[in-house]
């Protein structure tokens, strides 16, 4: 009985134990993809943008360069209204950042200013 119950735990826990590997390794891919559409360039992001609509649209070829070139130029467009809105965005955060910070301790205003230099790296690093 004893040898019968071991073997039915080993063998549960192999199971239990792929299952774990499984969503350890799908999360890990699905984070990483998600990071390297919103990370890298625009071209990574509109291809991701193509390729689904063409999995689930299932485009002939023509269809497939057409959307590409609308996605590509709504792409720009957004672009460029970010361009003209980030002036008046930076404003905005700022004056919310100063309102913050003056209702902070001065041990939270110092960690409160690294959490605020972080962002802009974490934004200069994305090229924004």
Do not use: W
């Amino acid at each position: 009985m004893l040898q019968k119950s071991r073997a039915i735990f080993g063998v549960v826990f192999v199971f239990a134990l792929g299952i774990l590997c499984g969503v350890l390794v799908t999360c890990v891919l699905y984070n990483y993809r998600i990071e390297s559409i919103i990370a890298g360039r625009a071209q990574n992001r509109e291809e991701a943008i193509v390729s689904r609509l063409d999995r689930k649209l299932n485009l002939d070829k023509g269809q497939k360069e057409q959307v590409r070139a609308i996605v590509h130029e709504t792409h720009e467009g957004i672009h460029a209204l970010r361009a003209t809105l980030r002036p008046e965005t930076e404003a905005l955060l700022e004056k919310g950042q100063a309102r913050i910070n003056a209702i902070l301790t001065p041990e939270q205003r110092v960690r409160y200013e690294k959490i605020i230099a972080e962002r802009k790296e974490r934004l200069r690093k994305k090229g924004f």
